[in-house]
Nanobody, 116 residues
Framework: QVHLVESGGGLVQAGGSLRLSCAAS????????VGWYRQAPGKQRELVAA???????NYADSVKGRFTISRDNAKNTVYLQMNSLKPEDTAVYYC??????????WGQGTQVTVSS
C-alpha cells in the first residue's frame, strides 16, 4: 500500500510556472506507473500526464509542450513541471499511482490557480 502526498500548488499569473511534487511512502515506488490528474469545479477529473515505471511519458493534448512529468525513484517522488500556465489550467491536481498488481492509490490533491 502507498500513501501519496502532493505539494507545490499555489497561485500564479498566466504565463508563469509551478512544479508539483508527488511523494510516496509505504511501498516500493520505482515499479509503479504514476499519473497526474486534475479536476476543476463542475468538470470531470482528467488525466494530464503519466509516466511508466520505465520512464515513458504521455500527455494530454491540452498540456503537451508545456508540462513535463518526471520521476526520481531515489526520492520516491514524481514531479510535474508546469510552464506557460493558462487560466484554464486552474484545478485541483491529484497524483495517482498504479502498482504492478493493478492496485491504485490517490493523493489528497493540491490546488493550482492561474490568474489572468
Amino acid at each position: 500500500q502507498v500513501h501519496l502526498v502532493e505539494s507545490g500548488g499555489g497561485l500564479v499569473q498566466a504565463g508563469g510556472s509551478l512544479r508539483l511534487s508527488c511523494a510516496a511512502s509505504g511501498s516500493i515506488f520505482s515499479s509503479y506507473s504514476v499519473g497526474w490528474y486534475r479536476q476543476a469545479p463542475g468538470k470531470q477529473r482528467e488525466l494530464v500526464a503519466a509516466i511508466t515505471s520505465g520512464g515513458g511519458t504521455n500527455y494530454a493534448d491540452s498540456v503537451k509542450g508545456r508540462f513535463t512529468i518526471s520521476r526520481d525513484n531515489a526520492k520516491n517522488t514524481v514531479y510535474l513541471q508546469m510552464n506557460s500556465l493558462k487560466p484554464e489550467d486552474t484545478a485541483v491536481y491529484y497524483c495517482k499511482a498504479n502498482s504492478p498488481l493493478s492496485a491504485w492509490y490517490w493523493g489528497q490533491g493540491t490546488q493550482v490557480t492561474v490568474s489572468s
